[in-house]
Structure formats: structure tokens, C-alpha cells
């Protein structure tokens, strides 16, 4: 579907609202990511006194994700994603993002659940740099940001080494927390070929 350039929000859509309701949702949606995107630089320089992750939807399940592991926040209805020949069902393809070629991975695929299917709502947020690796994650939505700090460390799930730790808050909400420089190194995520070796090895 064809969409305005740098907002995502489908043509048809804009084109059926009255004017000045398009406007103000371009400018929501735009003030939203700005936020986001400060306060995620802000926890990473240390200007948050508490620690922040944050909380994405992965096949209906809440997940929180370390802000010093996470690179950049795109809408996915703005990216094209080319797929690769003979690569696993959660290796959705190579996306160029800003001039670099990126791995984008459906994550709740990838741990079992149904796959993520692009919608509104869907983020593609970006490995850090640090990871060493051009890979980004498919998320159904991005739940903003969650303080740890007064969350209660559950019993840990029966998973692989990067999805081990779960945490409840105080209205009850659990989450799992993913670790993405652990993933980085898993086996299995390393080897997305459809033939790969390494099926399963990470306990999904």
C-alpha cells in the first residue's frame, strides 16, 4: 500500500480524513517518535536516574528491552524489506537503513509465537552498534518506556539464556526481558539458512 513519505500512515487513509484530522495525526505520530527517541539518548547518557527499558509487544507478549542494546525506531510501513531465498520463516529479509544494508528478524516468530504481520502500530527498532551486528527486530508495538526499579523478579522461564529473566509490576503485568547481546551469539540466530545446522539450539 502506498504510503506519504516519512510518516507511514497509509495515502487512502490521509485522503479520507478531513484535513486538519490528518495534520494533527502526522503530528502526533511525529511528537511521539521525537520523544522516544530523546529519552532513549537520554537513559544512554545517564540522565535518568532509574533504569528504563523499553516495553515492546512480541506475540501478544509484553517484553521489556535494554535502551543501551537498541539502535533506532522506524515505522515498518515505511521500510521495504527484500526477501532472502532459502532463509528461515522469522528471517524476513535485508532492509537498507540509512545506506546500510540490515537484517530484519521477526522476533516473536523466531521464539514460536504467530508472526508479526506489519501494521500502524508495528516498530522496526535497530541493534546497537555495539552488537557488532546489522540486524533489526519486528514488534508488533512499541509500549514506551518501563522503570525496573520496583518490579519483582519472577521465576525464570524455561528458555534459552537471553530470555530467561521475568519481572511482574505493580499492576500485575508480566514481562520478559530480552537480552540482545545474547541473542547476538546464539547459534541458531547466527545461522538463518533454511538447511542450518543449528535448529532449535537456543531452546526455541
Given at each position: 500500500?502506498?504510503?506519504?513519505?516519512?510518516?507511514?500512515?497509509?495515502?487512502?487513509?490521509?485522503l479520507a480524513m478531513p484535513p486538519?484530522?490528518?495534520?494533527?495525526?502526522?503530528?502526533?505520530?511525529?511528537?511521539?517518535?521525537?520523544?522516544?527517541?530523546?529519552?532513549?539518548?537520554?537513559?544512554?547518557?545517564?540522565?535518568?536516574?532509574?533504569?528504563?527499558?523499553?516495553?515492546?509487544?512480541?506475540?501478544?507478549?509484553?517484553?521489556?528491552?535494554?535502551?543501551?542494546?537498541?539502535?533506532?525506531?522506524?515505522?515498518?510501513?515505511?521500510?521495504?524489506?527484500?526477501?532472502?531465498?532459502?532463509?528461515?520463516?522469522?528471517?524476513?529479509?535485508?532492509?537498507?537503513?540509512?545506506?546500510?544494508?540490515?537484517?530484519?528478524?521477526?522476533?516473536?516468530?523466531?521464539?514460536?509465537?504467530?508472526?508479526?504481520?506489519?501494521?500502524?502500530?508495528?516498530?522496526?527498532?535497530?541493534?546497537?552498534?555495539?552488537?557488532?551486528?546489522?540486524?533489526?527486530?519486528?514488534?508488533?508495538?512499541?509500549?514506551?518506556?518501563?522503570?525496573?526499579?520496583?518490579?519483582?523478579?519472577?521465576?525464570?522461564?524455561?528458555?534459552?539464556?537471553?530470555?530467561?529473566?521475568?519481572?511482574?509490576?505493580?499492576?500485575?503485568?508480566?514481562?520478559?526481558?530480552?537480552?540482545?547481546?545474547?541473542?547476538?551469539?546464539?547459534?541458531?540466530?547466527?545461522?538463518?539458512?533454511?538447511?542450518?545446522?543449528?535448529?532449535?539450539?537456543?531452546?526455541?
Amino acid at each position: 500500500m502506498r504510503t506519504m513519505p516519512g510518516n507511514g500512515v497509509p495515502a487512502p487513509a490521509l485522503l479520507a480524513m478531513p484535513p486538519f484530522e490528518a495534520g494533527a495525526r502526522q503530528g502526533r505520530l511525529r511528537q511521539y517518535q521525537l520523544q522516544l527517541i530523546e529519552r532513549v539518548q537520554a537513559a544512554r547518557s545517564g540522565a535518568l536516574a532509574a533504569r528504563k527499558e523499553l516495553g515492546v509487544l512480541l506475540g501478544g507478549r509484553c517484553c521489556l528491552l535494554d535502551l543501551t542494546q537498541l539502535g533506532e525506531i522506524v515505522i515498518a510501513s515505511g521500510v521495504q524489506i527484500q526477501a532472502v531465498p532459502l532463509a528461515q520463516d522469522w528471517y524476513l529479509g535485508l532492509a537498507t537503513m540509512r545506506g546500510r544494508l540490515t537484517a530484519v528478524i521477526d522476533l516473536a516468530r523466531y521464539m514460536g509465537q504467530a508472526a508479526c504481520v506489519p501494521g500502524g502500530d508495528s516498530r522496526i527498532i535497530t541493534f546497537s552498534p555495539r552488537l557488532g551486528m546489522n540486524c533489526a527486530l519486528l514488534v508488533e508495538r512499541v509500549l514506551g518506556l518501563r522503570q525496573q526499579r520496583g518490579m519483582q523478579c519472577m521465576p525464570s522461564p524455561d528458555g534459552p539464556p537471553w530470555a530467561r529473566q521475568a519481572l511482574r509490576d505493580s499492576e500485575g503485568q508480566l514481562w520478559l526481558r530480552l537480552d540482545l547481546a545474547q541473542l547476538a551469539q546464539a547459534e541458531r540466530f547466527l545461522d538463518a539458512g533454511y538447511a542450518g545446522t543449528a535448529t532449535g539450539k537456543d531452546g526455541y
